[in-house]
């Protein structure tokens, strides 16, 4: 496994659509657990294949109990609303507020092509549609309603260690 170099915001192919996989070989497997490494190396949640600048429809998703990946994901059924703070890899040192469905049921498929079902409320409901979104090229600051000002960035992590 080797991890692999996590691309910004500005880099063309953050905006591209990814195309869906087709080939379920070792090529995929590498990629997939590259993109787990990567992942924990980066302390995120959730990360696209077009960040690590592939343009496949693949991603990984922390669901709390392990790392989902996701091959050819699909929103199937979505419920309620959330309203929180999101924040990106490929948008580092940036959050923003963006209402997003409080409940999510995906569909994607694994390594080998077999597909399955996931469910997630909250912030997995949250990363199943930001993750989602990176394969047709948005960026969650597209439905952001309020990106957060250096001060209010800044008041977070003073909040954060103060609790800590
Ligand atoms: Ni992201």
Request: contains cysteine.
């Amino acid at each position: 496994m080797a991890l692999r170099k996590i691309i910004v915001e500005g880099h063309p192919t953050l905006r591209k659509k990814s195309r869906p996989v087709e080939k379920f070989d070792d090529r995929l497997a590498t990629l997939i657990d590259d993109m787990k490494e990567t992942l924990v190396d980066a302390n995120g949640v959730g990360l696209a294949a077009p960040q690590v600048a592939i343009l496949r429809r693949i991603c990984i998703v922390d669901n709390g109990e392990e790392l989902l990946e996701l091959v050819n994901p699909e929103i199937i059924e979505q419920s309620g609303e959330q309203d929180g703070l999101e924040g990106c890899l490929s948008v580092p040192d940036k959050y923003g507020r963006v209402k997003r469905p409080n409940y999510v049921k995906i569909k994607a498929q694994d390594r080998h092509g077999v597909w399955h079902e996931y469910e997630g409320t909250e912030l997995v409901a949250r990363c199943f549609c930001h993750e989602i979104e990176h394969l047709d090229g948005h960026l969650y600051t597209e439905k952001a309603y309020h990106m957060l000002t250096d001060e209010e960035y800044e008041a977070l992590f003073t909040d954060d260690e103060e609790d800590a």
